[in-house]
């Protein structure tokens, strides 16, 4: 009766293999070269699938201003209402191939299409570095692309359309909750983070009896919380009002806009929390160094 060893020396001479084959295939597995190449095709692979998704954020946002389901239907143009081809729908290079025009009308598409599809892919992107390359957590990751994916909803919509689109955060927010407690973080730094954003924004609605800032705002600020909790709640929030404060005075100066002028502020929100989703413990680390 053959022993496990010789069975498994038959098995690998039947398929071809040899011991040193093996021990070869284990080296080049294990090189420090395929680990790079490997982690290259991830982050690849996850710039192609944030494209993709970016593709689907601009039907998001443009059904969601015309109230149309957005999971259902196919993609038409805005204009003349033809059905899309799927040649049509291939993120980034569909939009080169037709030079930024409708292949039916012939109308002009916003450059706002491409460029969300780029940074998507490029958020996906940073979102895979930033959780480390070789050591991931796919929940973990998986969330971090939930969470950009519906902060860049926000972005885009508050930016064309001076509103906060609830009916993606407030479920957004519970979702982001509920993962984020069950992947271990303190429930504390959830509450300090909802009660940095959304208890501030609530006091100035309050105060200014919703002349400062908008119910949409608050809700915002309770997914900031979730997603980011205590301190990098403070970061989002502070990166918001130095980047909004910049850009009105840019205004100002350039006389584009008056001191009642309204300036879409989930757009900066978003952003900032982005840049702390993914940076904002190495900004914290920074900080206290500097001290």
Do not use: K
């Amino acid at each position: 009766m053959e022993s496990s060893s010789q069975t498994a020396g038959t098995l690998f001479c039947f398929f071809g293999f040899g011991v040193g084959d093996l021990f070869g295939l284990v080296f080049v597995f294990s090189s420090p070269l395929f680990v790079l190449q490997l982690a290259h095709m991830v982050l690849f692979f996850a710039f192609v699938l944030g494209t993709a998704v970016g593709s689907f954020l601009n039907v998001v946002v443009w059904r969601l201003h015309t109230e149309e389901n957005f999971v259902h239907g196919r993609s038409h143009c805005p204009h003349c209402g033809r059905t899309l081809a799927a040649v049509d729908l291939i993120p980034l290079l569909s939009y080169l191939l037709l030079r930024g025009r409708c292949r039916s009308c012939s109308v002009r598409i916003s450059p706002s299409y491409f460029l969300v599809e780029a940074a998507t892919g490029l958020l996906f992107m940073l979102s895979v570095q930033a959780l480390s390359v070789g050591h991931l957590d796919w929940l973990r990751l998986l969330l971090s692309w939930f969470v950009v994916s519906v902060l860049s909803i926000v972005f885009v919509f508050d930016l064309r359309y001076m509103l906060i689109p609830r009916s993606v955060v407030l479920p957004a927010f519970v979702l982001v909750l509920a993962v984020n407690l069950l992947l271990g973080m303190s429930a504390l730094s959830m509450v300090l983070g909802i009660a940095v954003t959304a208890g501030f924004f609530w006091l100035q609605r309050l105060l200014s009896h919703g002349r400062w800032i908008g119910g949409g705002d608050v809700q915002l600020g309770l997914l900031m919380g979730a997603a980011l909790g205590f301190p990098n709640a403070l970061v989002a929030l502070f990166l918001a009002y130095v980047v909004g404060a910049a850009v009105g005075v840019a205004l100002l100066t350039a006389r584009r806009g008056t001191w009642r002028s309204e300036i879409p502020f989930g757009t900066f929100l978003s952003a900032a929390t982005v840049v702390a989703l993914l940076y904002g413990d190495r900004l914290v680390g920074w900080y206290f160094n500097l001290l």
